[in-house]
């Protein structure tokens, strides 16, 4: 097996304090996120390639995609709710504190990564949820 084709150790390889997992949302009906590996500069190849080996053999982005697609139908209703009373503004502080708090355990959870990516969407947030 060649170097870049190891998982990543939990123990040895130090990924943890790095912001390497990104998201997208789909403007589609229903919204779909996608999430990928964005390797930091500051990484050597070999560790940027043994991430994306890992994330990709384990299908993580297939998983992460599919736990956010639970994550909207549940808050779903409270962002109407939301939406209704505060508009795009009430969404955003929302999806902030959302996301600082799960960031704050883990940068790298793909619950961060959606809360950021979802806050950072101008078409989430003016609705698109409800799609």
């Known amino acids: 097996?060649?170097?870049n084709q190891e998982f990543i150790h939990p123990y040895f390889d130090d990924i943890e304090n790095?912001?390497?997992?990104?998201a997208t949302i789909k403007h589609s009906s229903?919204?779909?996120?996608?999430?990928?590996?964005?390797?930091?500069?500051?990484?050597?190849p070999l560790l940027a390639d043994r991430v994306c080996f890992h994330f990709h053999?384990?299908?993580?982005?297939?998983l992460y995609s599919i736990q956010a697609a639970v994550e909207i139908s549940m808050i779903q209703a409270h962002l109407r709710k939301?939406?209704?009373?505060?508009?795009?503004?009430?969404?955003?502080?929302?999806?902030?504190?959302e996301e600082e708090s799960r960031t704050q355990a883990n940068i790298n959870s793909w619950q961060?990564?959606?809360?950021?990516?979802?806050?950072?969407?101008?078409w989430f947030c003016n609705g698109g949820f409800d799609q």
């Open 1 to 3: 097996m060649a170097s």
């Open 18 to 22: 790095d912001c390497w997992l990104s």
């Open 30 to 44: 229903p919204c779909v996120v996608q999430f990928s590996v964005v390797a930091p500069l500051a990484w050597s």
């Open 57 to 62: 053999t384990l299908e993580l982005g297939k």
């Open 82 to 97: 939301m939406f209704q009373i505060s508009g795009v503004v009430g969404i955003q502080k929302y999806l902030s504190d």
């Open 112 to 122: 961060a990564v959606f809360y950021r990516s979802a806050m950072q969407d101008a």
